[in-house]
Structure formats: structure tokens, C-alpha cells
């Protein structure tokens, strides 16, 4: 069974809502849309407040290249632009939207009929209907951003320069983080829409060949992807061991090309560009429906009241989406490995959103971390092939240049080394503060 070689851990899966099937859950009356749900510049509202605007509508445009757009998920009147707290706390910038009884019946009907639309038969030419370029600007004015959790806007990965197009799209499927199936369930009930998002993010790249990277633990995923696809198609199905964490960009490419990226280095380098599963849909839905990326499946699961993977509308609060949860649990948003804890439920779930892991408060004891007993686990675990322990002092010691030196930047923030760590250091949240440092200094 393929997997990459160097370090993983296997933490308890936990896949609680496996086989729950995607679920439309209602739209929300009111939705916050901050202005930066992807990585780079934020967008810039191009409404203001008191306009009426329609579900899908452009509300903020991108700000550069590497930039996103923002479309209105619900029909209503701009109630307010300006900060809003996001979940963690921090103040961002959001268009704050208000719908009234007639828009929200109208966006109801218009939404049930896409999901309907969204199960038919699939149409293998759209590809062939729009050229590369036309297929880039319609993914960039869509707002589509990779899913998976990083939120990098998807028309940069899709835009190689001349003369260097990728000979390999690899579709990350591999939903290798704890608890989170909202990929397994999206490739369980419309892996035909997905083979087609991935035609078409081929042709956008120039990529000759597609590979679906899927960990072995989703037979039922596995097996409906098997039945969309074409044995005659350049897409083929790499299955893979389940490791943490086979979804990380370096460890994928490694485990399904044998190729590893460089220090420093990103999928290109070796000929190849990863996008999530979701995002294959997502494209989909923007080229054959017109429909910007509005909209996302999450997984709730843990002690909520209510687990299941939903369709939900970006900028819909977590309190919206958990319903009534007691005041003594933690919220995760995303995974356990990767997440980071809301301290305000009254946040949007964003684009990047992934997740939402409700734990009872007799799960979330923080251990008093105990001295290093210099076991070399974390460093055993790591999938980078870095030191952990070493990384982690220069953070908690404020060794910049030391850190650099030992290569922080290569660090994805897996999590493995604290979670392997016998003494429960907080490996991670000193390399954290390390890599913003030494990030601070290069610039």
C-alpha cells in the first residue's frame, strides 16, 4: 500500500458520521462574510450598505491575483460593512447581509432545484466548450479556493506559466484528519460531478493525466469513484494507507508519484498541482450551474447535538449550525490535529471551513506538559524529517536564526510531534511562534 516514507502517526479515526449522508441544512436569515476567506489579499466590497443583492452576487471583488471574491450566499439588504470577531477572536472585516421572507422563500425553491440538478447525469464536454483561459477566469470570478484547509485561491495553482504546465493533477480525497467525512460523503453521493470538476481542472492546468489520492479506510468513497469513472479516462485511483497525515500536499505527492518535493519547494517542482476533492466539485458547480462557491459541506460531529455532514451557506454562525450546545464544551473548528478552538460561536463558518468538532468538557483537560525525557518520538513522527524538540526550544527560547537554520518553514503544522509527545509538550505552539518570527524576519 502506498504512503509517504517518512514519519506519521495513526491517531484514532473517530469517524463518527462515516456514512451519514450529505444533508441540506436551511439557510440562515442573516450571514456575516468576512472579507479574506483564503490566503492572501482580502477582497474589497464593491457594495454598500442599504443595496439589495441576490444570492450569488459578487459583493466583495478579488484584490490582485492571489485573492478571492466574495458572493452573497442569501438574497437580502446589506446591513453593515465593517469588523466583525471572527472564532477566534480576532477582529476582521465583513459585509453583513439580511434577508427578507420573500427573498429567502425565493432562494430556498432556487437552491433545492440545484442540489436536484446537482444528481442527474453527468456532461463529459463541458471541458471541451471552454478554452483554458476561459475556464481560469470563470474559477477566479467564482470565488473557488482549495478546501481542504490551506483556502489558497485555486486559479493561482491552475495558472502555470507557458511552456511549464503540470503532467499531473493529484486530487487530494485523502481526509486523513480525525472525526472530519465531509469529503467521504460529497464523493459518496456526486463522485459523477466530481469526475467532471476534475476534467475540467485539467484542462484549466494543461495536465495530461489525473491521479484521486484516497486513503483505504473510505471502500464505499473508493468504490463510487470507480463507477464515475471511465476506465478509457486519463483519471486513475491511487489507494492509499491510512497514515496522518497522508493529505498534507508534500506527503500526497510523495506517496503517489514517489517523488519528494524539495526544502522550500512546492508541487510544480516536481510536475504535479494538488486541489481537494471539494474543490472539484466546487468547480463543477461554477462552470455547468454558474454557481459561485456559497456554499460548502461540513462535518459536525463529537458530543453535538446533532452530528451529520450539511451543506451549509458561508457566513452561517456556528451557533446556527450546532443548534444549542452547554456552555462547558469546546468547539473545534476543522479537525483535532489541525483545528483551533472558537471562542466566539457567533462566528461565520467561512470557505475554510471544514469542520465543527463539539467536545464534552471532560475531553478537553489540558495536560501540565512534564521536561523532554529526549526520546526522539517527535522526531520519529514527523513527516518532514525535522526535529521537533529543537524547533520548539528555538520558539520557546526566541532563537530566530537557530530555527531557520533548522528549517522551521518546512514545518506544515501537523500536529504529530505533539501528539506523540510522552511528556504532552506543546511542541507545535512554540515551532508556531517560531515560524511566524523567522516568516516576520524574511520579508
Not at 453583513?96 to 433545492?112: C, F, L, N, Q
Not at 453527468?122 to 483554458?132: A, F, K, Y
Not at 471511465?230 to 503517489?256: C, H
Request: charged share 20%.
Amino acid at each position: 500500500m502506498k504512503t509517504f516514507r517518512i514519519g506519521g502517526i495513526h491517531p484514532p479515526q473517530n469517524k463518527l458520521t462515516a456514512g451519514m449522508p450529505v444533508t441540506v441544512l436551511d439557510l440562515p436569515r442573516r450571514v456575516q462574510l468576512p472579507l479574506q476567506q483564503h490566503i492572501g489579499r482580502p477582497a474589497v466590497p464593491c457594495v454598500k450598505v442599504g443595496d439589495t443583492v441576490v444570492r450569488g452576487q459578487m459583493v466583495a471583488r478579488a484584490d490582485g491575483f492571489v485573492s478571492a471574491p466574495v458572493h452573497a450566499s442569501i438574497s437580502g439588504r446589506v446591513k453593515a460593512i465593517g469588523p466583525i470577531m471572527n472564532a477566534a477572536g480576532y477582529s476582521i472585516p465583513a459585509i453583513e447581509i439580511e434577508a427578507d421572507e420573500e427573498a429567502h422563500r425565493a432562494d430556498d425553491v432556487m437552491r433545492k432545484a440545484q442540489i436536484e440538478f446537482d444528481t442527474r447525469p453527468t456532461d463529459r464536454t463541458l471541458s471541451e466548450r471552454h478554452t483554458p483561459e476561459e475556464l481560469r477566469r470563470i474559477i477566479a470570478d467564482s470565488g473557488i479556493v482549495g478546501l481542504g484547509g490551506a483556502a489558497f485561491p485555486s486559479t493561482v495553482k491552475l495558472s502555470p506559466k507557458a511552456g511549464h504546465e503540470p503532467e499531473l493533477l493529484i486530487i487530494n480525497a485523502c481526509e486523513c484528519e480525525p472525526y472530519l467525512t465531509c469529503d467521504d460523503a460529497l464523493i459518496r453521493g456526486y463522485a459523477p460531478r466530481i469526475a467532471e470538476g476534475i476534467e475540467l481542472m485539467m484542462s484549466a492546468c494543461g495536465a495530461r493525466r489525473a491521479v484521486i489520492g484516497i486513503e483505504d479506510n473510505k471502500p464505499e468513497a473508493i468504490a463510487a469513484l470507480r463507477r464515475a469513472l471511465d476506465p478509457a479516462w486519463p483519471i486513475s485511483i491511487a489507494v492509499l494507507k491510512t497514515k496522518y497525515p497522508q493529505g498534507g500536499e508534500k506527503q500526497l505527492v510523495e506517496a503517489v508519484t514517489g517523488r519528494r518535493i524539495p526544502s522550500g519547494g512546492l508541487p510544480s517542482d516536481v510536475g504535479a498541482v494538488v486541489n481537494n476533492v471539494a474543490t472539484a466539485f466546487a468547480v463543477y458547480a461554477a462552470v455547468l450551474c454558474g454557481r459561485p462557491l456559497i456554499e460548502r459541506v461540513i462535518t459536525v460531529t463529537g458530543a453535538a447535538p446533532v452530528r451529520g455532514n450539511f451543506l451549509v451557506a458561508v457566513g452561517t454562525s456556528i451557533s446556527d449550525v450546532l443548534g444549542s450546545v452547554p456552555d462547558d464544551v469546546k468547539v473545534v473548528v476543522g479537525g483535532p490535529m489541525m483545528g483551533s478552538s472558537a471562542v466566539n460561536l457567533q462566528a461565520p463558518v467561512t470557505k475554510a471551513t471544514s469542520g465543527l468538532l463539539v467536545l464534552a468538557a471532560g475531553e478537553t483537560r489540558r495536560l501540565t506538559p512534564d521536561p523532554c525525557i529526549r526520546c526522539a518520538r517527535c522526531v520519529e513522527a514527523c513527516p518532514m524529517g525535522l526535529e521537533p524538540y529543537l524547533l520548539s526550544t528555538c520558539g520557546r527560547l526566541r532563537m530566530w536564526p537557530e530555527a531557520a537554520e533548522a528549517r522551521v518553514l518546512d514545518c506544515i503544522e501537523c500536529g504529530s510531534c505533539s501528539y506523540i509527545c510522552p511528556s504532552s509538550r506543546p511542541l507545535l505552539d512554540y515551532i508556531r511562534t517560531a515560524k511566524s518570527a523567522v516568516k516576520t524576519l524574511n520579508k
